[in-house]
């Protein structure tokens, strides 16, 4: 079983920075593919982005290309979403989300974090 916690949200003025960390448990933690998502109030939950096991592959909603960027550290067991240039429609709740890449697709497990709120305001 893998367990996850998000931390590192906060608020932010338009143009601002925010590091998002999720620290995961499980032996196999290294096995799995990792992604964040994001869900803002009445709106469904939708990808953010995703990284393969190794690291070496990652992949993006268009919205955030250039502007968050993913990464891992398996001895850490932690995964992290680093997001730069935020704008208000970034605001939302962000979720760690265990997953696999199926046909270069980021495909979720039902593995979720509790998420960290993310506020962009203008």
């Known amino acids: 079983q893998v367990q996850l916690v998000e931390s590192g949200g906060g608020s932010v003025q338009d143009g601002g920075s925010l590091s998002l960390s999720c620290a995961a448990s499980g032996r196999t933690f290294s096995n799995y593919a990792m992604g964040w998502f994001r869900q803002a109030p009445g709106k469904e939950r939708e990808f953010v982005a995703g990284?393969?096991?190794?690291?070496?592959?990652?992949n993006y909603r268009d919205s955030v290309k250039g502007r968050f960027t993913i990464s891992r550290d398996n001895a850490k067991n932690t995964v992290y979403l680093q997001m730069n240039s935020l704008k208000p429609k970034d605001t939302a709740a962000y979720y760690c989300?265990?997953?696999?890449?199926?046909?270069?697709?980021?495909?979720?497990?039902?593995?979720w974090g509790q998420g960290t709120q993310v506020t962009v305001s203008s």
């Open positions: 989300n265990v997953g696999v890449y199926i046909s270069n697709t980021y495909t979720p497990r039902d593995y």
């Open positions: 990284i393969n096991w190794s690291g070496g592959r990652t």
